[in-house]
């Protein structure tokens, strides 16, 4: 079957830049009702304990969340591809019982699915002072080094939303960075049409040890996934890189020419939008047609205050399995 690689510019209200004036620059404002209905939730969940994971937000009579959970929902899909919900008061809640109400509002979304093989579904973005290499399995969010920009499980199923909540931020640094990959798209159209076909190819991909054992290391597919309507990015340049170094092969010459040429489109002055963090705030971010990263951080030297946020992964369609 041949490819399908689209040859004209995309415009939408995610083709946006660093400068684009979006609405409420993707603030989404949790009010007195939706807080009320979130406090009258957690007395539930105090008098009934569940773990997050059993929990569904059927259980529970919550009109207004709802209601805003389904416009953050066509902002995702339809809108700018971001939010920034504003905020969950977790300073009147334990630890858990703000997770919970995190679960709940993100699984109103979507169906929330396994972040790793072992059937994670709660990930909590740490840093374990481990260094990444290839094959070694250890995520870049289990760091506290910078990112470049990527979409979460690029070499596997990509979820469809990556959410992200902040129970505590760094001392400094861990600045949260967003780009279109729409505004991406159409910059590889201008620069290098030539190129633009070895997206649509397969790269090599370290699957990061998050498979069967003994299973394959590597996994191949292309960066750029187009159906006819919709194009949908597998970008992440440091698991490619470390994927050919674990495959034993080199890098063709197009293929390093063409993640070369995303690398310098990406990091082009002027084109992401990037915010701080704030305790009790959720990220969520459309995974397929935005890329998201974080600078490098300092954290706390007392463990109980070093930077923690928790990561929910959604998916449109499909099992909640790790695999889809």
Not at 29 to 49: F, I, M, Q, S
Request: charged share 25%; glycine share 8%.
């Amino acid at each position: 079957m041949q490819t399908l690689i689209r040859k004209e510019r995309l415009a939408s209200p995610m083709t946006w830049v660093a400068e684009t004036m979006l609405p409420h620059d993707g603030l989404v404002t949790l009010e007195a009702k939706h807080l009320d209905e979130l406090r009258a939730v957690a007395g539930e969940l105090a008098a009934n304990p569940l773990p997050a994971e059993a929990i569904r937000p059927d259980y529970f009579e919550m009109p207004a969340c709802r209601t805003l959970m389904a416009a953050v929902r066509q902002q995702l899909n339809t809108g700018m591809g971001f939010a920034i919900i504003d905020r969950l008061p977790i300073d009147e809640f334990d630890v858990e019982t703000s997770k919970k109400l995190y679960w709940i509002l993100m699984n109103m979304i979507g169906g929330s699915v396994a972040q790793k093989w072992d059937g994670t579904l709660l990930y909590d973005v740490t840093d374990t002072r481990v260094e990444t290499a290839a094959g070694n399995g250890v995520r870049s969010s289990k760091t506290n080094a910078a990112q470049g920009y990527h979409v979460d499980n690029a070499f596997n199923l990509p979820p469809d939303f990556v959410a992200l909540f902040c129970l505590q931020t760094a001392v400094e640094g861990g600045i949260s960075g967003l780009i279109s990959f729409e505004t991406v798209y159409n910059l590889l159209l201008e620069r290098y049409p030539d190129i633009l076909p070895r997206l649509y190819q397969p790269f090599y991909y370290d699957r990061q040890r998050e498979h069967a054992p003994g299973d394959v290391l590597t996994h191949q597919k292309p960066m750029i996934e187009y159906d006819g309507n919709t194009i949908a990015f597998n970008f992440s340049p440091r698991i490619i890189r470390q994927g050919y170094e674990l495959a034993g092969v080199e890098m063709d010459v197009q293929a390093k020419a063409a993640l070369d040429a995303l690398r310098e489109i990406t990091e082009s002055a002027g084109l992401g939008k990037s915010f701080a963090f704030e305790r009790g705030q959720i990220q969520i971010v459309n995974n397929r047609q935005l890329g998201h990263r974080r600078t490098g951080y300092t954290d706390h030297s007392d463990p109980a205050m070093r930077r923690h946020l928790v990561r929910v992964w959604i998916r449109n369609k499909g099992r909640p399995f790790y695999m889809g």
